[in-house]
């Protein structure tokens, strides 16, 4: 029987499973007993503390080898030194095609005075790689022979003695030095190697990392089905982030809250990997047992960070002196803290030097709009990134712990540091890249109110050559005028009605931007409207049905051309916002609102079809608006605005967008107006 137990953990392991069986304990830990927060700390000195206490343990220099085959060791660190097996060339070789010769026979020759030798006796014909012939000493190449024939060459150049030879040894010697231990290997090394006939070599074995999620809320990707259910992906995220450091990951499965399962898969990861992450419960929640668990385990160095995103992390040593990891369950949480602690201390482990944010790639850019931050932590910011006026410029994006979407679009992330209380509109900051600056240089900067249709521009755009990128941050329509007018978007998206006149853009670019010449070139006609869930439970038609008790009513930002409307009609149809519950609720763009809707947050939200269809909502039509692309007049001829030209007036273009719903295209690409 023991035996067949061994046998299971022998399989769970090879899975990923806990290898340390527990039955489950309905042990749960009194609140006043569970340990909260530590005092947070600075980045710097949690990252500190927590490499000191590796290096003290051994962690560090603990290597375990393996041996590969050289064509596959790019990325891989030598575990020892790698010395040339044989010379390359390992004979002495002709450099250039021509004959070989022996350099005193062509003294005398020059273009004047050429000379003639026997091929075959005095003149041997070679390519490039050839063994240079016994008695011969010299190359001379095509280009200086003339009158070729079977028998004889005419040589119109002296040459000196292995003169385009290559000697053995000239690129590497027998038994010299060619890599030291912990050297990394790149692309030309893995060439070096072979050439010098070391056909393996002993490099460190990547550290394995094993992630247990934790909760019970946790599903498989693709099975959310009920309210309550959380895509587990955050071991995803983070195994990729491992593997492009220098590490392994081992996934195991997700665990409940509770303490004594939680402590025996970590227990049992601890066996079989170099350090183990556990994937949210490092808060201070009812069920979060991070740092209790991990407690007794080791010795907890680190509960708490002043960060934003990413406080809650725990940074401990086991009693084996593995790394022991707790990770926030928000994924942008978990990703900044995986690039602030996780990444030094693989580098360090793979014996490169730590990892450090003076390592990262940054340039300067102008921060496109003003930023509050709380000025007690150091708060991570995703930025959009693209040239304006020829100066990198930056829009934040979405700042939420849970917005992964924010992460995936970034070309960056600005830093605003303890102490400081925001940014400023304008001011220089630098960001850390996510991107090379040369992909940059093609990318369309685009500040504005949101729509479906921009994303769709992008993939038609990025299908071009050269390809071209439209970066979009929800600023809002006015918002994005705004952005112009300060140079710090390259074009805008706009849907902004003037009541006086009944016309869309044209007359609030001339107010905010009368000293710039502006195109406003037609994207789509879109139609607007009241977002409510399937069947209009509520029976809600008209505006004043939103006015009504238990009415939950979710509203986009102001500044937003959809905001401008709602308070347009509102204000014909003589309705007081305030009587509106939720009307101060906002959300940047469409498709936020749809989602508050189909989740049952909110009863209804305004916003466009399009958004409405995506999520199989009801909709309830109040008009349709212009939505324009505002174009500085000076860039209109640009060849970054005349792929978007091309695009909008592609075919294929707008019948993906009729697809999407609501829209007419009839006007799509046409100029509408000028200022």
Same mark, same amino acid.
């Given at each position: 029987?023991?035996?067949?137990?061994?046998?299971?953990?022998?399989?769970?392991?090879?899975?990923?499973?806990?290898?340390?069986?527990?039955?489950?304990?309905?042990?749960?830990?009194?609140?006043?007993?569970?340990?909260?927060?530590?005092?947070?700390?600075?980045?710097?000195?949690?990252?500190?503390?927590?490499?000191?206490?590796?290096?003290?343990?051994?962690?560090?220099?603990?290597?375990?080898?393996?041996?590969?085959?050289?064509?596959?060791?790019?990325?891989?660190?030598?575990?020892?030194?790698?010395?040339?097996?044989?010379?390359?060339?390992?004979?002495?070789?002709?450099?250039?095609?021509?004959?070989?010769?022996?350099?005193?026979?062509?003294?005398?020759?020059?273009?004047?005075?050429?000379?003639?030798?026997?091929?075959?006796?005095?003149?041997?014909?070679?390519?490039?790689?050839?063994?240079?012939?016994?008695?011969?000493?010299?190359?001379?190449?095509?280009?200086?022979?003339?009158?070729?024939?079977?028998?004889?060459?005419?040589?119109?150049?002296?040459?000196?003695?292995?003169?385009?030879?290559?000697?053995?040894?000239?690129?590497?010697?027998?038994?010299?030095?060619?890599?030291?231990?912990?050297?990394?290997?790149?692309?030309?090394?893995?060439?070096?190697?072979?050439?010098?006939?070391?056909?393996?070599?002993?490099?460190?074995?990547?550290?394995?990392?094993?992630?247990?999620?934790?909760?019970?809320?946790?599903?498989?990707?693709?099975?959310?089905?009920?309210?309550?259910?959380?895509?587990?992906?955050?071991?995803?995220?983070?195994?990729?982030?491992?593997?492009?450091?220098?590490?392994?990951?081992?996934?195991?499965?997700?665990?409940?809250?509770?303490?004594?399962?939680?402590?025996?898969?970590?227990?049992?990861?601890?066996?079989?990997?170099?350090?183990?992450?556990?994937?949210?419960?490092?808060?201070?929640?009812?069920?979060?047992?991070?740092?209790?668990?991990?407690?007794?385990?080791?010795?907890?160095?680190?509960?708490?960070?002043?960060?934003?995103?990413?406080?809650?992390?725990?940074?401990?040593?086991?009693?084996?002196?593995?790394?022991?990891?707790?990770?926030?369950?928000?994924?942008?949480?978990?990703?900044?803290?995986?690039?602030?602690?996780?990444?030094?201390?693989?580098?360090?482990?793979?014996?490169?030097?730590?990892?450090?944010?003076?390592?990262?790639?940054?340039?300067?850019?102008?921060?496109?709009?003003?930023?509050?931050?709380?000025?007690?932590?150091?708060?991570?910011?995703?930025?959009?990134?693209?040239?304006?006026?020829?100066?990198?410029?930056?829009?934040?994006?979405?700042?939420?712990?849970?917005?992964?979407?924010?992460?995936?679009?970034?070309?960056?992330?600005?830093?605003?540091?303890?102490?400081?209380?925001?940014?400023?509109?304008?001011?220089?900051?630098?960001?850390?890249?996510?991107?090379?600056?040369?992909?940059?240089?093609?990318?369309?900067?685009?500040?504005?109110?949101?729509?479906?249709?921009?994303?769709?521009?992008?993939?038609?755009?990025?299908?071009?050559?050269?390809?071209?990128?439209?970066?979009?941050?929800?600023?809002?329509?006015?918002?994005?005028?705004?952005?112009?007018?300060?140079?710090?978007?390259?074009?805008?998206?706009?849907?902004?009605?003037?009541?006086?006149?009944?016309?869309?853009?044209?007359?609030?670019?001339?107010?905010?931007?009368?000293?710039?010449?502006?195109?406003?070139?037609?994207?789509?006609?879109?139609?607007?409207?009241?977002?409510?869930?399937?069947?209009?439970?509520?029976?809600?038609?008209?505006?004043? %049905? !939103?006015?009504? /008790?238990? =009415?939950? #009513?979710?509203?986009?930002?102001? &500044?937003?051309?959809?905001? $401008? @409307?709602? +308070?347009?009609?509102?204000?014909?149809?003589?309705?007081?916002?305030?009587?509106?519950?939720?009307?101060?609720?906002?959300?940047?763009?469409?498709?936020?609102?749809?989602?508050?809707?189909?989740?049952?947050?909110?009863?209804?939200?305004?916003?466009?079809?399009?958004?409405?269809?995506?999520?199989?909502?009801?909709?309830?039509?109040?008009?349709?608006?212009?939505? %324009? !692309?505002?174009? /500085?007049? =000076?860039? #209109?001829?640009?060849?970054?605005? &005349?792929?978007?030209?091309? $695009? @909008?007036? +592609?075919?294929?273009?707008?019948?993906?967008?009729?697809?999407?719903?609501?829209?007419?295209?009839?006007?799509?690409?046409?100029?509408?107006?000028?200022?």
């Amino acid at each position: 029987m023991t035996d067949q137990k061994d046998a299971e953990r022998s399989k769970d392991a090879e899975r990923g499973e806990c290898a340390v069986h527990v039955e489950r304990s309905e042990r749960t830990i009194p609140l006043a007993r569970r340990k909260l927060y530590l005092e947070p700390i600075a980045v710097d000195e949690a990252l500190q503390r927590f490499q000191d206490a590796l290096e003290q343990g051994g962690w560090f220099d603990d290597h375990a080898v393996e041996t590969v085959p050289s064509d596959s060791a790019d990325g891989r660190v030598l575990a020892s030194a790698v010395y040339a097996k044989v010379s390359s060339p390992h004979y002495p070789a002709s450099a250039m095609d021509g004959v070989a010769v022996s350099a005193t026979d062509t003294t005398s020759a020059s273009d004047h005075a050429p000379i003639t030798l026997a091929l075959g006796n005095q003149a041997v014909i070679v390519d490039t790689g050839d063994p240079i012939p016994a008695g011969c000493n010299a190359v001379v190449m095509w280009e200086d022979l003339i009158n070729i024939n079977d028998q004889n060459v005419t040589i119109t150049a002296a040459v000196p003695p292995w003169h385009h030879v290559r000697m053995v040894g000239e690129d590497i010697v027998k038994n010299e030095l060619l890599f030291p231990a912990l050297y990394q290997l790149g692309p030309a090394d893995i060439g070096a190697l072979l050439a010098a006939g070391v056909l393996s070599v002993t490099v460190l074995q990547k550290p394995l990392f094993g992630l247990i999620p934790t909760g019970p809320e946790l599903v498989q990707p693709g099975n959310v089905s009920k309210p309550g259910d959380i895509a587990e992906y955050n071991s995803a995220i983070l195994s990729a982030y491992l593997r492009r450091w220098g590490a392994e990951a081992r996934i195991y499965p997700p665990q409940p809250d509770d303490p004594t399962l939680i402590k025996g898969c970590i227990t049992a990861a601890l066996v079989e990997c170099d350090a183990v992450c556990l994937l949210a419960g490092s808060s201070a929640g009812r069920d979060d047992y991070g740092s209790t668990v991990i407690g007794e385990l080791g010795q907890l160095l680190v509960h708490g960070v002043a960060a934003k995103p990413g406080k809650p992390v725990i940074l401990a040593v086991a009693s084996s002196g593995k790394p022991l990891i707790g990770v926030p369950g928000y994924p942008v949480s978990a990703a900044t803290i995986a690039d602030l602690y996780l990444a030094p201390i693989i580098a360090a482990k793979n014996g490169r030097a730590p990892h450090t944010s003076s390592d990262k790639k940054v340039a300067p850019a102008r921060f496109g709009r003003r930023l509050e931050s709380s000025g007690g932590v150091d708060e991570f910011v995703q930025v959009r990134l693209g040239p304006v006026n020829g100066t990198l410029t930056a829009l934040p994006l979405s700042r939420g712990a849970g917005v992964i979407s924010s992460l995936a679009r970034a070309d960056g992330r600005v830093i605003v540091p303890r102490g400081q209380t925001g940014i400023e509109a304008g001011q220089t900051v630098q960001v850390e890249l996510y991107r090379e600056l040369s992909a940059l240089g093609h990318q369309i900067l685009l500040g504005g109110s949101h729509d479906l249709t921009l994303d769709v521009i992008n993939g038609h755009l990025m299908r071009r050559r050269p390809p071209y990128t439209l970066a979009s941050a929800p600023l809002g329509s006015l918002g994005g005028l705004m952005a112009l007018k300060r140079g710090e978007a390259l074009i805008a998206g706009s849907h902004l009605l003037d009541p006086e006149t009944g016309r869309y853009n044209i007359d609030y670019a001339r107010k905010y931007l009368p000293e710039m010449k502006l195109i406003g070139l037609s994207l789509v006609r879109r139609e607007q409207g009241f977002m409510v869930a399937k069947g209009n439970p509520l029976k809600l038609k008209t505006l004043h %049905d !939103l006015a009504q /008790p238990g =009415v939950r #009513f979710i509203n986009r930002q102001r &500044g937003s051309g959809t905001r $401008v @409307l709602l +308070d347009w009609l509102l204000t014909r149809e003589q309705i007081d916002p305030a009587a509106i519950f939720g009307y101060e609720t906002e959300e940047y763009t469409h498709l936020a609102v749809a989602a508050a809707v189909s989740a049952g947050s909110v009863d209804a939200g305004i916003g466009i079809y399009a958004a409405a269809a995506a999520l199989d909502l009801d909709f309830i039509p109040i008009g349709s608006e212009w939505y %324009d !692309l505002i174009i /500085p007049a =000076v860039i #209109f001829d640009s060849a970054m605005i &005349g792929a978007l030209r091309e $695009v @909008l007036a +592609d075919e294929s273009f707008k019948q993906e967008i009729v697809g999407l719903g609501g829209y007419s295209v009839e006007q799509t690409g046409a100029l509408r107006w000028t200022t």
